[in-house]
């Protein structure tokens, strides 16, 4: 393949194929480009050793003077072994198999020597002293192809060569000297801008002409010539209307089909886009879109061995009917001429692209005219991911962690990458570029990896979601007053049994919706509470729950569950307050009333009412004194705390009893002030004496837990607890006096 210069028109030569299995159009950030030339790249090769040499306009690069040819290092930046310098337009470069390098354009001068048109350069730059090219051209060259053999094709817009004739195309011997094997007698008879040499050492030739020799016109901007430069009368369309513009570039498909673009609308009056495709013998390809291509003219064509179709050239949009795709100078086709769409250029090159080669990496490098690239400045120079490193395979790791741990994270290694960013979620600590992490976790989140290889760049990422352990919000089973104590139980069960639970949190309502936290009570003790700090003689009492992690996180809370609360009109009326479980609808099938006449805790079933009824009338209510009451309800609540019961009930109502506020004492003053704790502090025990019977003791630590303290209703043993400030409940009666006692 080749490229001439025609306005800002470039064509190439023979370019590497090498295979890749996705092209995703990326640019390469690592292929520094941003400070490159000067002013526009016209081509490109890519030397034995990664090395690239290009040439153009320009006469700087990197600031670096170099006057229209440079040599730059596989990572972009400058090349300062290399030194050459020509006084005008490069237009097109390439490299013999011993490393020379090749060089044709609009230049007269090189290195200092009048070399016109073409000149070869040693390894560092300095001018090959054995290529002798006379006077050279008389006009400018656009492509060089070198055959197996040695001998070099030149073609461009001159028409002598060390002053002999030449029209457009000649051949020399590897010393520069003319081959005056090749036959010129069928010359072209104008520019020819591209040559592609195929493999059976026939040459493809494209430009502008329009016929080939006195014998074989009209010929379409495209012929076929057998290797000693006769006309091949095989190739058809060497006598047919051909293209309706110049050609600027051609490629062999892997079938040996053949590839043409430039600025064509139509071959043998058949539209096309810019570009087509002939058969081996240069019929249109009817298997190839005719209608579908670029909005503008296509510079470069490049075909790899899976059967890709690079472009590059003017365009802006690449029409694939029935769609029309933004793409902006490079475009990849797939061998039928449809746009691959996973080849994502983004806004592309903001300018004209005028050559493009492939790495031995499959890294694919732009040149031409543009000055960014998906709208990062790049000058005249690019480098493409044209491939997409494999993502990592499945994440091996922990699917949940405990609380806040240690994990680790491994991939199998992925043979082309050289190192891997991890992403991990919010609050997570731990930074690797291999492919294994130890972590510091923190909560539930997505951990995620790719790898990046030199060549491909970044795969797409693989994923793991890593759950947090959490445990449920426990359920209250059943709230109760307590008949033996007269306060409140509030009741849950450890189900299912877990090891993941600190402790249960109990809070009671103290004002409308808002919920005190009054109690913590460890795992391994019973499942449930006694609420001392509740008199429900007074009110009935919303209680939630919620569990305390061993990771220090608190559940949320569970549904209030509300007391019965018995109230007496002192006339033998009753009414109590409804069992509720918030969000539920009313769980209590029936009531059961309970009366005891002589309260003697002799209690008698004496009601049955209906669970949406709330109200009794005691008939006997006047015969007796002293009655106490209660009650019950009948239900199946499916719960199994550590102390069985499935039943709850109210208060117990004293018929004329006195019921004190909820308040620091709960009984009279006087029987408050009578009531004597000594010594306060203590070391070994409290002793306690009152005018009235003593019913209950009961210490609480700070958490609200009832602390095991032996008592004999005048002595509490505190020994074995530790020094601090807890809480003594003597209860008398229905009543109880509350005291703050500081153990020494």
């Known amino acids: 393949m080749t490229k001439f210069f025609f306005a800002l028109l470039i064509i190439h030569c023979q370019l590497s194929i090498v295979n890749c299995y996705a092209q995703p159009g990326a640019l390469d950030t690592t292929f520094h480009t941003q400070l490159a030339a000067n002013t526009y790249i016209n081509s490109i090769v890519i030397q034995a050793d990664e090395k690239i040499v290009v040439g153009g306009n320009f006469t700087t690069y990197q600031s670096f003077p170099c006057n229209h040819i440079a040599r730059i290092n596989q990572d972009g930046s400058f090349d300062t072994s290399f030194t050459a310098n020509t006084n005008a337009n490069v237009n097109h470069v390439t490299i013999q198999p011993d490393g020379k390098i090749l060089i044709g354009g609009d230049f007269g001068i090189v290195n200092g020597d009048t070399l016109r048109g073409i000149a070869r350069l040693l390894s560092n730059g300095n001018t090959d002293t054995t290529f002798h090219v006379g006077s050279g051209f008389n006009n400018k060259t656009n492509c060089i192809t070198i055959q197996p053999d040695g001998k070099i094709l030149v073609s461009g817009l001159f028409t002598s060569y060390n002053n002999t004739a030449a029209n457009y195309l000649i051949r020399l011997n590897s010393d520069g000297s003319i081959d005056n094997s090749f036959n010129t007698t069928n010359a072209p008879n104008g520019e020819v801008m591209t040559i592609e040499l195929q493999p059976d050492g026939k040459i493809l030739i494209g430009g502008s002409f329009t016929a080939i020799g006195p014998t074989f016109p009209p010929n379409g901007r495209i012929a076929r010539l057998n290797s000693n430069g006769t006309i091949d009368a095989a190739f058809t369309a060497n006598t047919q209307v051909g293209a309706s513009s110049f050609i600027t570039d051609i490629a062999l498909m892997p079938d040996n089909s053949i590839i043409i673009v430039g600025a064509l609308n139509s071959f043998n009056f058949v539209p096309v886009g810019k570009m087509a495709r002939l058969t081996e013998i240069g019929t249109l390809d009817a298997n190839f879109p005719f209608s579908g291509g670029a909005d503008d003219n296509l510079n470069a064509v490049l075909t790899t061995g899976e059967g890709a179709i690079f472009v590059g050239g003017n365009f802006q949009n690449f029409q694939d009917a029935p769609f029309q795709y933004p793409l902006s100078r490079i475009a990849k086709l797939n061998q039928y001429g449809s746009v691959d769409t996973l080849f994502h250029i983004g806004t592309g090159a903001s300018l004209n692209i005028h050559e493009m080669q492939l790495q031995a990496d499959g890294r694919l490098i732009i040149v031409g005219a543009f000055n960014s690239y998906n709208d990062v ?164 009492y919303r209680y939630r729950l919620s569990a305390l992690s061993t990771c220090g996180t608190e559940t949320p809370r569970s549904p209030y569950h509300s007391t019965i609360h018995l109230q007496d009109q002192n006339n033998g009326n009753f009414n109590w ?50 009655s106490a009451y209660f009650v019950d309800v009948e239900w199946a609540i499916g719960c199994t705390p ?42 070994d025990a409290f002793y306690i004496q009152s005018p009235f019977p003593i019913k209950a003791i009961k210490m609480l630590n700070v958490l609200g837990q009832e602390l095991n303290c032996p008592s004999n209703k005048q002595k509490v043993t505190v020994a074995h607890l530790a020094k601090g400030v807890y809480t003594l409940i003597v209860e008398i009666g229905d009543s109880r006096v509350v005291r703050k006692v500081v153990v020494e």
């Open 642 to 683: 550590t102390r069985t019961l499935n039943t709850t009930r109210g208060n117990i109502r004293h018929k004329n009893s006195f019921v004190g506020p909820i308040d620091t004492t709960g009984i009279t003053e006087t029987a408050a002030a009578l009531l004597a704790i000594f010594p306060n502090p203590a070391e």
């Open 577 to 626: 307050t409804f069992y509720q479980i918030e969000g539920q609808p009313n769980p209590v099938i029936n009531y059961k009333f309970y009366k005891d006449d002589l309260d003697d805790g002799n209690f008698q079933l004496t009601g049955f009412i209906s669970g949406n009824s709330n109200q009794y009338t005691d008939p006997a209510f006047a015969a007796y004194d002293s």
């Open 377 to 540: 400045p790049r000058q005249y120079i690019a480098r493409l991911y044209n491939c997409l490193t494999p993502s990592p395979t499945l994440i091996q790791g922990p699917d949940s962690i405990l609380c806040s741990t240690t994990a680790t994270y491994t991939v199998p290694a992925v043979p082309e990458a050289q190192s891997y960013e991890w992403t991990l979620p919010q609050g997570w600590t731990g930074s690797t570029t291999t492919n294994s992490i130890t972590v510091q976790t923190g909560g539930s989140g997505v951990v995620s990896v790719r790898a990046f290889s030199d060549s491909c760049g970044w795969s797409n990422p693989s994923t793991k979601t890593i759950y947090q352990t959490q445990i449920p919000a426990p359920e209250i089973c059943l709230v109760t007053v307590d008949s033996a104590s007269t306060h409140n139980i509030i009741m849950w069960e450890k189900n299912p049994p877990t090891t993941l639970i600190d402790s249960f949190f109990v809070y009671r309502e103290t004002s409308t919706n808002v919920y005190t936290k009054i109690a913590a009570v460890p795992y391994d003790s019973l499942s449930q509470y006694h609420d001392y700090g509740a008199n429900p003689n007074v009110t009935n």
